[in-house]
């Protein structure tokens, strides 16, 4: 569980963040909905160890990770560019994480760990690490591709599995639909979802769509200015928003 306790954030006189707190469950997909310049972006960096609060405490299973870095957080940022190598093929991307480690690490992945039993019982005994996680993800006939060779849903798929090797704490995307087309859009939207169910990961999602955040959330988190004025599964933010604000910014775009 990841925990925002009173997190505020300034920049000389301007409050970005003003006594957020946050509870999101494991496994959960979280949106955090809200205007452009309302802080959700402030508020990823923080999570992620890329930039400290001025106040305020994150915790992740009730410990502060105030001094953990970035990577000892071990939170995965899912780009719009994907920042996916053109030169290596979608199994050597996948795998680049660990290739300075040994692949111990990835056998111990509670999830490939699983993965790899079922193959096992269903006699695929010679089925690796990576060829479990390309199965989860339906990647397993473009291991041998070249990035340039997939589509953008099959590039972001690659992009999950890349973090998924490291086990990450949670997946944040930030506004990861906004310069797509319309129809790229909901089927990137469907994606995700997938990515969701299949990983059981936590995903935290910033956005300023409304219908991509009710339409994947579990919990959505309404921000306005610097303070979040709901957290609510979707239908409930429609039947009891907090106040006018809410009503008025969810009301906006039917
Ligand atoms: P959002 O992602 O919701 O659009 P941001 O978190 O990017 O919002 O920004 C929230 C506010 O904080 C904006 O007014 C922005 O200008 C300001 N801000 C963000 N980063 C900085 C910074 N490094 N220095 C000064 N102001 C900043
Ligand atoms: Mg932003």
Not at 82 to 102: F, G, T
Not at 123 to 133: G, K, L, P, Q, T
Not at 176 to 194: A, C, F, H, V, Y
Request: glycine fraction near 8%; include cysteine.
């Amino acid at each position: 569980m990841i925990q925002l306790k009173s997190l505020t954030r300034a920049f000389g006189g301007n409050r970005v963040l003003d006594a957020v707190d946050l509870v999101i469950p494991d496994g959960s997909f979280t949106s955090l909905l809200g205007p452009s310049g309302c802080g959700k972006s402030t508020l990823l960096r923080i999570l992620a160890g890329l930039d400290q609060p001025t106040s305020g405490a994150v915790l992740f299973d009730g410990q502060d990770v105030q001094y953990k870095s970035a990577t000892e957080r071990n939170i995965a940022m899912v780009f719009q560019s994907y920042a996916l190598y053109p030169h290596m093929s979608v199994r050597d991307n996948i795998v680049l994480p660990l290739a300075m480690r040994s692949m111990s690490r990835l056998e111990r992945l509670p999830l490939v760990t699983s993965l790899l039993a079922s193959a096992k019982r269903k006699r695929a005994a010679n089925s690796s690490e990576v060829d479990c996680i390309a199965q989860l993800l339906g990647l397993t006939a473009l291991l041998d591709r070249k990035p340039s060779e997939l589509s953008g849903g099959q590039k972001q798929r690659v992009a999950v599995g890349r973090a998924l090797v490291r086990d990450p704490v949670a997946f944040l995307f930030d506004e990861p639909l906004s310069n797509l087309d319309t129809k790229l859009r909901g089927q990137m939207r469907e994606e995700i979802g997938r990515l969701h169910k299949r990983t059981g990961k936590t995903f935290i999602y910033v956005t300023h769509d409304q219908t991509e955040a009710m339409s994947l959330s579990d919990q959505v988190a309404v921000m306005m200015g610097g303070h979040i004025h709901q957290v609510a599964p979707p239908r409930d933010l429609y039947a009891k928003p907090a106040n006018t604000d809410v009503a008025a910014f969810i009301g906006e775009h039917p």
